[in-house]
């Protein structure tokens, strides 16, 4: 019996240390009823809001096409989005607009998006710069901003 006890307690304990360190690494996605959070950065809910904010600024708009359930998506969230360099480029260079594509069914038929996680880069007079449909990594992600950094001049 005392086998069966501590096979069961390292059980529990491997349970709650795999809970606790999922906990710590993932980033939550909150939202109000003007932005959405995603890697701490402000995110506009609607295309139109972005491309308005977008205009005002001279910048480039990144729509990032996401869903609560989307596996790649948490990764972008928790493995491209956070990273420091990455991080500090979105929030310097970029107006960034999140469409929940299980919310906002009206901007997910404008761009065509079918499935997410979908990134479309834009300039302020709506020319499409960049699409990225599905995951990539992050070294691949911050070589595709630079890129268009480059061209759109964001």
Known sequence: MPAVEKVLTLLALGAVFGFAYYSLNSTPVISDSNFTYIAELEWYKTYEEGLREAKQQNRTLMVYFWTIWCIYCEKY???VFS???????????F?????????NKRDTRRFGVQAPPYIVFLTPDERVIMRVPGYVPADEFRRILDAVVEEGGA
Request: proline share 4%; charged share 35%.
């Open 95 to 103: 107006v960034r607009v999140a469409v929940d594509m299980d919310v």
């Open 83 to 93: 990273r420091p360099d990455i991080n500090a480029i979105l929030a310097e260079r």
């Open 77 to 79: 969230h928790t493995e």
